[in-house]
């Protein structure tokens, strides 16, 4: 058994690197003096009636008649009585009233989506982060897993990783062998309807326990224990959100084998398509490596391109949208994630769009984000939706032929 080649991507230089360092410890001091301040703990949004009607597609009026009838919760006034907010728990409650269709069907499970690329920065994490929000958002109940150790995506949920989360909150267990179901691991977050299964830096024991296991254990399979470690979990989850880190690792090749679908946020930007594209042939390599020769298989679902971090004054974008374009065909999503000001700002406070009760900036911006993110988050599901279908029919002809 060969091991997987860890290779840095050659676009990049060691200086680069150092930088990219520099820059990366900055902003974890920073995000550490700004979260053990004592008001610095997460909340989620509280959400007006114009906000609840909008979630619901459905006019103001006809939610305030719909609430009459009193069988879903009405939320409260304000304190100066002027105005109605709902709690994001009461608000989803609406959603999953009114989208009951849309939701996950009996005989379907959780449909796993790993966030991958090769790069820090690309945005994987926010990517991972709206995703499961937004899902959450459209009625779904969603499990978080971050296996990156530098565990940015626990970082959002107001988590400090090296404080404050213990080794059995993270897939570390389920790597030495100590566990074979993840559930131990899963806690609640501040977010009604998504859960969260921790990263901390201990997390980087995986990368030795993973293929030491697999020179001592006969038959084992380094590269399925998360696809397995989920499996008792997958029933109670519309859908599960892997953040990975920014390296083929032996966790994130877990992350991908585990996935009915990848999402890949792509700059539009020449070095990030260089990289991407080293990202898919070492992908490649691997997988035909650890499978094809045994004579596995692996399927997915869907792959999906998300152009993300768009910056409309970069005049080399539109060139390498083209390249994109071309390289990926139809994997490439329809929407753009701009480069924003409402991102930048949020992530300060360990936020995402979908954080934001209101918008200190300009409304303008805001709705540009938030659209966009809306956007990519309901192809997803549509694809998420696709994959229930396959599975509701596949389960269907399994009980027809007896199985
Ligand atoms: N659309 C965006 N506009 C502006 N800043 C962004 C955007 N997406 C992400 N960022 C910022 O870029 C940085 C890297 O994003 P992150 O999601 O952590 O990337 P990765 O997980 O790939 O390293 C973060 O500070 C994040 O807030
Ligand atoms: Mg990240």
């Known amino acids: 058994m060969t091991s997987p080649t860890l290779k840095p991507p050659q676009a990049i230089s060691l200086t680069q690197i150092a930088e990219q360092a520099e820059r990366a410890e900055a902003m974890m001091g920073q995000i550490r003096a700004a979260m053990l301040a ?57 959603v999953r009233e009114y989208r009951k269709d849309r939701l996950r069907p009996a ?14 920065g690309v945005g994987k994490t926010t990517t991972a982060m709206t ?41 570390l267990p389920l790597a030495m062998g100590s566990e074979t179901s993840i559930r131990y691991a899963i806690q609640p977050t501040y977010w009604d309807g998504i859960d969260l299964v921790a990263a901390a830096p201990v997390l980087f024991g995986a990368e030795f326990a993973l293929p030491a296991r697999q020179t001592q254990e006969p038959g084992f399979e380094f590269w399925n224990v998360l696809h397995y470690g989920v499996d008792d979990v997958r029933a109670e989850y519309d859908a599960i959100v892997i953040d990975t880190p920014p390296a ?22 020449a070095l990030d398509f260089a990289s991407a594209s080293q990202f898919w042939s070492l992908f490649s390599d691997l997988t035909t490596e650890l499978l094809s020769r045994r004579g596995l298989d692996k399927d997915f679902d869907f792959i999906s391109i998300l152009l993300s971090r768009v910056d409309s004054s970069d005049a080399t974008g539109a060139i390498v949208r083209q390249w994109i374009q071309s390289t990926y065909t139809d994997k490439v999503l329809p929407v753009e994630i701009p480069k924003t000001a409402v ?16 918008y200190d900036g300009s409304a303008k911006t805001f709705k540009r984000a938030r659209d966009a993110y809306d956007q990519f988050v309901s192809h997803i599901e549509t694809s998420i939706q696709a994959v229930w279908r396959k599975q509701v029919q596949a389960s269907t002809m399994n009980r027809k032929a007896g199985r």
């Open 38 to 94: 004592p008001t610095a703990r997460k909340a989620a949004p509280i959400f007006n009636l114009s906000q609840l009607a909008a979630l619901l597609g459905a006019e103001k009026g006809s939610v305030s008649h719909r609430m009459g009838r009193g069988d879903l919760p009405t939320g409260r006034l304000n304190e100066a009585g002027s105005r109605r907010e709902f709690t994001l728990a009461e608000v989803r409650a609406w």
């Open 107 to 120: 005989g379907a499970e959780a449909v796993t989506v790993s966030v991958g690329n090769f790069k820090g």
């Open 131 to 171: 995703l499961a929000q937004g899902l959450s958002l459209l009625g779904h109940r969603v499990l978080v897993i971050d296996t990156d150790p530098q565990g940015s995506l626990t970082t959002l949920f107001g988590i400090l990783p090296d404080t404050e989360v213990d080794e059995r909150q993270t897939i």
């Open 248 to 269: 083929l690792s032996y966790t994130t090749i877990n992350a991908f084998m585990a996935s009915n679908g990848i999402v890949m946020p792509l700059p539009p930007n």
């Open 343 to 358: 991102t930048a700002t949020t992530s300060a406070e360990f936020g995402t769009v979908y954080d934001v009760s209101k």
